[in-house]
Nanobody
């Protein structure tokens, strides 16, 4: 049974840092492109970042470039999202996701990710 379990969310103040983690079981993330998505209340789920299967290529949505860093540890089967200088507009439930394609370029489209975690809440106060 495939499971992706996010952790590390919480309540922080604007300008703080936060690190999200995603632990995978039942699959080897080394064979997947991994992504982070988020969904704010009343909004659609949106792409945040992806990292390709070997970590050689990363991509971010414009609003988080320079503030968020996606990384992976294939040996530990974990994905991370380091968030710095967080803003109130970063408030959302954050989801990790796995796309079994192993191309250089990943996808920003949620429907192309096969497996999803349950999400972790990040709340940023001003």
């Amino acid at each position: 049974q495939v499971q992706l379990v996010e952790s590390g969310g919480g309540w922080v103040q604007a300008g703080d840092s936060l690190r999200l983690s995603c632990a995978a079981s039942g699959l080897n993330i080394g064979s997947f492109t991994m992504g982070w998505f988020r969904q704010a209340p009343g909004k659609e789920r949106e792409f945040v970042a992806y990292i390709n299967w070997n970590g050689g290529n990363t991509y971010y949505t414009d609003s988080v470039k320079g503030r968020f860093t996606i990384s992976r540890d294939n040996a530990k089967n974990t994905l991370s999202l380091q968030m710095i200088r967080v803003k109130p507009e970063d408030t959302a439930v954050y989801y990790c996701a796995a796309d079994r394609r192993t191309s250089w370029l990943g996808s920003t489209r949620a429907y192309e990710y096969e497996y999803w975690g349950q999400g972790t809440q990040v709340t940023v106060s001003s």
